[in-house]
């Protein structure tokens, strides 16, 4: 089925180690995003990326980075976790045509713990 | 920075009943969008509106972009429907900024 598919599901990492937390669309969409969800708070957006070989940062980088060498996959990744990361962590795509007209579709997130 | 305030935080409702969650926003945007985080914690695109009403099935959202404020109902409510009901609105770019959620549940 088209989506965007993220892997891990679950991970518990103890603090100080690293992990890529995976994500590919196959709807050929431009838009590609990482945020996070912590309880009661809303979505916060970590890094998006507007094409291949183009990355920025969102509300909430420190401690994250990302990659985008294809139009499929944006990975980010976890240099030395920290308790404060504990999260879930979504991926989301859109495509570039008429922003207000089209919607995102959203991974079915990573829940992290760090330990 | 446009802020996003939705009410309530949470609603318990029974089933067949009719349900309103609200939305409102600083600044004016272009589009508005509603999702659904279902309790296992996918989240789903339910509208994308700029003006006027949209239905789908059960659900409707409304707009109005003169008061900056959005709504959505759901008519005969299910305990299928329990889930988080998100807002969101554009925060310049190509980013969104999201409400924190209405935690809707349905009982039987």
């Known amino acids: 089925n088209a989506g965007v598919t993220q892997t891990p599901k679950f991970r518990i990492l103890k603090i100080g180690q690293s992990m890529t937390l995976q994500c590919a669309q196959d709807?050929?969409?431009?838009?590609m995003y990482w945020y996070r969800q912590d309880p009661g708070m809303g979505l916060k957006l970590i890094y998006y990326?507007?094409?291949?070989?183009?990355?920025d940062k969102g509300e909430v980088p420190n401690g994250y980075n990302v990659s985008r060498s294809t139009t499929e996959d944006f990975p980010l990744r976890l240099e030395l976790a920290a308790p404060s990361q504990t999260s879930v962590y979504f991926c989301?795509?859109?495509?570039?045509?008429?922003?207000?007209?089209?919607?995102?579709?959203f991974g079915s997130g990573t829940r992290l713990t760090v330990v | 920075k446009n802020e996003v305030e939705q009410s309530p935080q949470n609603l318990t409702a029974q089933e067949g009943e009719f349900i309103t969650i609200n939305c409102s926003y600083s600044?004016?945007?272009?589009?508005l969008h509603w999702l659904q985080q279902h309790p296992g914690g996918g989240i789903v695109s339910l509208f994308m509106?700029?003006?006027g009403k949209k239905k789908h099935g059960r659900l409707i959202a409304t707009i109005n972009i003169q008061e900056k404020h959005s709504s959505l109902h759901i008519t005969a409510s299910h305990p299928r429907d329990s889930a988080v009901y998100i807002c969101?609105?554009?925060?310049?770019?190509?980013?969104?900024?999201f409400g924190a959620g209405t935690i809707l549940r349905v009982k039987s």
């Open positions: 989301a795509s859109r495509s570039e045509r008429a922003y207000a007209n089209y919607g995102y579709t």
């Open positions: 709807m050929n969409h431009n838009y």
């Open positions: 990326s507007v094409g291949a070989g183009i990355t």
């Open positions: 600044v004016g945007i272009s589009a």
């Open positions: 509106l700029s003006s």
């Open positions: 969101a609105v554009p925060a310049g770019g190509n980013k969104l900024v």
